[in-house]
């Protein structure tokens, strides 16, 4: 997320958008989760992935991610990961798959923890059957607090590689980005 909007989260439509209820925003998580009984585990990690390279092409289009994107591709990690990426063949993988609208589902699903009518629209809805595993004697009980915290944890170390790995060609904020190849002047590819 660019700095710009770090500290914020988007919860609430704009105004020109209407029809999302807390019975729609459970209706979408109830059908992504029965959705992963019928897609193989491939596909389904698969249209993740494709999902946040989406979103990282529309966040290069600002400017804290143009200029992160450009830093990691003049540094070793965008070598490398590029490298990867095509002996892989993961580019051809997520390449053939629907990317999933992962920020949309992010929102959708922190606006309903906040929805005051959770309860009440859970009764109106089937409740999904239950679901074949290890037996409950076997397993660890999963918490939604544990997992949240998890989700918090993980994304902050996501994070923090990211600017890592950007660190060594990162340039200055509010440096803007062009076109122009650098032996262009002082009009360059990175303008400050």
């Known amino acids: 997320m660019p700095p710009s909007t770090a500290g914020r989260v988007r919860l609430v439509d704009a105004a020109e958008q209407t029809g999302r ?11 992504r989760l ?3 009984f019928l897609v193989s585990g491939a596909d389904g990690i698969g249209s993740i992935a494709a999902g946040l390279a989406a979103l990282g092409r529309q966040v290069a289009g600002t400017v804290e991610g143009a200029r992160l994107g450009k830093a990691i591709e ?19 993988w997520l390449s053939t798959l629907p990317p999933s609208p ?22 109106l809805l089937p409740i999904p059957s239950e679901v074949a595993g290890i037996g409950a004697d076997q397993a660890e009980q999963v918490r939604f607090v544990d997992y949240l915290v998890g989700l918090w944890a ?13 660190g060594p060609t990162l340039a200055p904020p509010g440096s803007v980005y062009t076109d122009r190849a650098p032996d262009e002047g002082p009009e360059g590819s990175l303008l400050r």
Do not use: H, K, M, P
């Open 34 to 36: 029965g959705s992963l």
């Open 74 to 92: 003049a540094g070793r990690a965008g070598a490398n990961g590029d490298l990867l990426w095509s002996e892989l063949r993961i580019e051809e």
């Open 154 to 166: 993980f994304s902050a170390e996501v994070v923090r590689a990211v600017e890592l790995l950007a």
């Open 21 to 31: 209820t807390t019975a729609t925003l459970l209706a979408s998580l109830t059908a």
């Open 102 to 123: 992962v920020l949309d589902q992010l929102r959708n699903d922190f606006a309903l923890l906040l929805a005051t009518d959770v309860e009440q629209t859970l009764e």
